[in-house]
């Protein structure tokens, strides 16, 4: 059976409450700053997966009164959250591992916490790819902006295992590849927070689809039966979704009813050209 967006990202949440509470209690059991660092990052990772869940029950609601649109957008500024959220985990590593590299703080070799940062690596990659392809199914913004989140955890128990590994191999002189490897894996954090949220802000502005999906209504326009011509063609990004208007040119000797028809037509068949559209309005006139 397939998973919903909301089945995922409860699958998420499990896994990063249990994550992030066996390597806190490590972190403060065996005075392991690196593995506790990499618990806290995990543990902000719970706040932005019921942020999503929050989000995601709120998108799926109706239209109403004071929503005549409907609540998608409210995925795009969950979205916005999980790309603020992850530059701000990138900051934090960078911060963390300048001043350990200052320091010249040593994280304190033991077993276990390297064991719980390598567990967490294939975890966290395997949440990050099956939440990415159900965001991707279902044009979910915010599952996609999620899925990035739970990579970041990824690459920083990547970090703390490198460190630890280090440490335990070279000594106190190989301290510093914990820091350097948070460093340089924040900076790959820092960009996909930025694309996110340019993303996101995209959507929040009305910016148009990808070209691709413009050309594939055009198409669609030229060859429904009936109508002569089209102009005023808009479209806006809402929510992972599509909504656009169009207007058509169409005999002027047809009755309202036909004109109306050739409209009904041109709309389905673009709904189901491209799924992505959610909402097509068709303004009708005489050519």
Not at 31 to 48: C, E, K, N, R, W
């Amino acid at each position: 059976m397939a998973l919903t967006a909301n089945g995922v990202t409860w699958v998420g949440l499990v896994c990063n409450v249990l994550l992030a509470a066996g390597k806190i209690t490590a972190g403060l059991v065996f005075a392991s700053q690196a593995i506790l660092a990499d618990g806290l990052h995990g543990a902000s990772d719970m706040i932005t997966d019921l942020v999503v869940l929050l989000g995601l029950n709120a998108s799926n609601r109706a239209a109403d009164g004071c929503h005549p649109y409907g609540h998608r957008r409210v995925g795009t500024l969950v979205a916005m959250f999980v790309g603020a959220a992850l530059l701000a985990a990138a900051t934090i590593i960078v911060l963390g591992a300048l001043g350990s590299l200052r320091q010249g703080t040593c994280p304190v070799v033991s077993v276990v916490p390297f064991m719980l940062a390598v567990i967490t690596i294939p975890v966290k990659e395997l949440l990050f790819r099956i939440t990415r392809c159900v965001g991707q199914r279902d044009d979910n913004i915010a599952l996609q902006a999620n899925a990035w989140h739970h990579r970041s955890d990824a690459v920083t128990s990547v970090a703390a295992a490198i460190g630890l590994a280090g440490v335990a191999l070279g000594g106190r002189q190989w301290a510093f590849l914990d820091s350097l490897t948070g460093i340089v894996l924040a900076a790959f954090l820092v960009v996909v927070s930025v694309r996110i949220m340019y993303q996101s802000a995209g959507e929040l502005v009305d910016r148009a689809p990808g070209q691709a999906t413009l050309d594939g209504i055009r198409e669609v326009l030229r060859r429904t039966e009936g109508v002569r011509d089209f102009h005023a063609l808009r479209a806006r990004q809402i929510g992972g979704k599509v909504a656009m208007d169009v207007h058509i040119l169409v005999d002027p000797d047809l009755t309202v009813a036909q004109g109306h028809e050739i409209a009904s037509t041109l709309k389905h068949h673009i709904m189901t050209t491209d799924r992505r559209v959610v909402e097509a309005v068709v303004h009708v006139e005489p050519a």
